[in-house]
């Protein structure tokens, strides 16, 4: 069964979200993200000559598409409701704008033209064939292999078991995982990560596309960049206003290593599953960060 994916930025003055369509075998679906889009408003999609409008459901869309895509289709998106608020891809015209937004005027303006609830309903709750498989196939690879949502999300969970101890089954996994000796404490936590790595030499290629959208939708964090040569870095807030940071360091233009790393401070040890693997660097006085690096060929954690 033929997989084809492709993934658009969607920004007006900066960047807001993205989509990424999807088709596999003979059905096509759309994953529309956008943490500013909300339920009033519709996507347009562009499929090379085929056009499909979506009516978002609040910041995350998941939607079969009666258009299919073939691989050498270009794909575009506005997202407007009274005034367009994102494109991507290529842009549509000017007449082709004030069309669909004309047409939402006229749709809002004569709410009884519009399909009922019951209508809707069933159609935007409808599950595709492509979203099961897909996440099938998510649940299997993590298994195996590392992103890089997995290594930041284990980082974010062990610093809030480090914060909320009472909880007895976060308390249970930590002691499961603590060795006798700090020695062997480093050595386990790093055949942990290395287990969720595997020994995929084109790790990086796997990974690459859900990174791209990372840096091109979270801010970035210019002080681990001017301290660490040819590398970006961006931050993501989780919980309120907890964030981590992921970086790309290159070596002559290509990816080498991927960077994991939380804020601290020097003398406040850093999460436990980067207790041993973890480099302090700081960035201004008495803070900094705790950061590890994973080899963008390998996957494997290493030192830099």
């Not at 499909?52 to 895509?69: C, D, N, W």
């Not at 935007?124 to 195996?144: D, F």
């Not at 992103?147 to 909880?167: L, M, P, W, Y």
């Not at 040569?229 to 290159?250: C, H």
């Amino acid at each position: 069964m033929s997989l084809i994916k492709k993934t658009i930025v969607l920004a007006s003055d900066k960047p807001k979200g993205y989509v990424t369509v999807i088709r596999l075998g003979s059905e096509t679906g759309a994953k529309i993200v956008g943490e500013t889009f909300t339920s009033d408003m519709v996507a347009c999609l562009k499929l090379g000559t085929k056009t499909e409008r979506v009516p978002l459901q609040g910041k995350k869309t998941e939607i079969e598409l009666s258009a299919s895509m073939e691989n050498g289709d270009e794909l575009s998106c506005v997202v407007f409701n009274e005034t367009v608020v994102a494109t991507g891809g290529k842009p549509f015209s000017q007449k082709e704008i004030e069309k669909l937004l004309s047409s939402y005027l006229e749709e809002k303006n004569a709410p009884s033209s519009l399909p009922s609830n019951a209508e809707t309903e069933p159609e935007l709750a409808k599950e595709s064939e492509i979203e099961q498989t897909l996440v099938k196939e998510q649940n299997e690879s993590q298994k195996e292999n590392i992103n890089a949502e997995t290594v930041v999300e284990t980082i974010a969970e062990t610093k809030e078991e480090d914060a909320e101890s009472e909880k007895e089954e976060k308390r249970e996994q930590e002691q499961n995982f603590m060795p006798d000796t700090k020695e062997e404490e480093t050595k386990e936590r790093k055949e942990f990560l290395q287990r969720l790595v595997g020994k995929d030499t084109d790790f990086y290629i796997g990974i690459s596309d859900k990174v791209d959208e990372m840096f091109v939708v979270y801010p970035e964090e210019k002080e681990l960049a001017k301290i660490i040569p040819d590398s970006e870095w961006v931050r993501i807030n989780y919980d309120g206003d907890d964030y981590y940071v992921i970086g790309r360091l290159r070596d002559e233009g290509k990816v080498k290593y991927l960077g994991y790393g939380v804020p601290g401070r020097e003398d406040v040890k850093p999460p436990k599953v980067a207790e041993g693997i973890a480099s302090w660097i700081p960035t201004e006085e008495e803070r900094g960060y705790w950061i590890f690096f994973q080899s963008a060929s390998t996957g494997e954690i290493d030192n830099v």
